[in-house]
């Protein structure tokens, strides 16, 4: 939640899954996103595949999330060779800059218009 109760969304790019099957991804040090989800460890993420509205696909984990150690950023970097022309292109966005958090789920759900009658599913992990 930012000023007023209101609630913020943010893009993050899932770019590791780990052993405990927790989804890894980066943020900048001390930048609103890393502030807020220190202050408030819980995330809702969703993704959606399809072009148009009823070729779609919307898939939906919320889960508790915690930065963890260091060393998943050497992963991150092996695994998306992209991260060091992101680098170069932000000043802002540097290997030294980004600590990784992982999510462990919680729940989801999934709402598929691909398919008649809609198909929707709650889930937990």
Known sequence: MQGF????????????VDKQNRLIFSTIVNG?????LKKHPFISITG????????????TVNGK??????SYM???YQAHPEMVEIDSADSRSSRSTLRP???T???????????KPVFQKHFNF
């Open 48 to 59: 959606l595949k399809g072009t148009e509205t009823m070729n779609s696909v919307a898939v």
């Open 5 to 16: 109760g209101r609630p913020r969304s943010n893009a993050a790019d899932i770019e590791l």
């Open 32 to 36: 609103a996103f890393y502030n807020r």
């Open 74 to 76: 050497d992963q991150i």
């Open 105 to 115: 789920p919680i729940d989801g759900s999934v709402y598929d218009l691909r398919q």
């Open 65 to 70: 999330v915690e930065e963890v150690n260091d």
């Open 101 to 103: 958090f992982a999510i």
